[in-house]
């Protein structure tokens, strides 16, 4: 569905220690496709099951009213904190489904179900997600990623990414792994549970793969943001840089 108004396309020529997918704008963006991100970004924050159970029986009103006030921040909220989130929490979305649409891989947990406080980020990685085998469905790779979606210009954007994504890497990926088998029991998903189990018990053997994800404003982008990365250099040998500019 997202092909209907994006497409992704690697640099043949790219000056940079690491690849850069370019993620552009091929047509406006339809009503049919926002109602197919927003109802993807619904799910990301509730399982709709719990929203059939909880508002099945009431006027829809209620059901509005608590996705406007418990779900996405409040319009009211115009505190830089809120707005940031707002802002943070649309582009891990976005960024998610393009895993899932383009790359075809899988997401076991959403994380952002189990924010506390719609109005503040959460903390940790912004996505997992892992690669199954198409015929025995078991688990062959990881994808660990970081967003940054920004409406102003930050020459630093793709370097604060990376040290997010590195320093994770150094201490964290056991624990996101072990978070998510937690809610996947929870869920009763024990076949997909028990795969990670496998993960987590021998993580070195795993492939990994590290995405970066750039949602920037078109006319605040300047190509300086991947040189600086650049510089660093990053250590992450199979690190991507995905580049989205939103007009």
Known sequence: MLSQWIMEHGRTT????FPVIDITEHTICTEVVKNYIANFLLCTYRDPEYLKRHFGNKHP?????????????????????????????????????????????????SK????????????GTDLFAICLDSTSEEITKLVYGEVKTRRTYSSTVGVEAYKGLYSDYGRSLGNIIDFCIMRLEEQHQFELAEKLTTVYDNLNKYAKEFEIFLIVERNVWKEDILVNLNNIPPNLSTLRTNVMLID
Not at 79 to 86: A, G, I, R, V
Not at 112 to 123: D, V
């Open 14 to 17: 790219c000056p940079y220690c």
């Open 112 to 123: 952002l179900r189990y924010k506390a406080n719609n109005s503040r980020s959460m903390l």
């Open 61 to 109: 009103d209620e059901l509005k009213k608590y996705i406007k006030e418990k779900i996405f921040v409040p319009p009211q909220a115009v505190d830089s904190p809120s707005q940031n989130t707002k802002q943070g929490d649309w582009g891990e979305a976005l960024s998610a489904l393009i895993l899932l649409d383009f790359r075809h891989l899988c997401i076991p947990v």
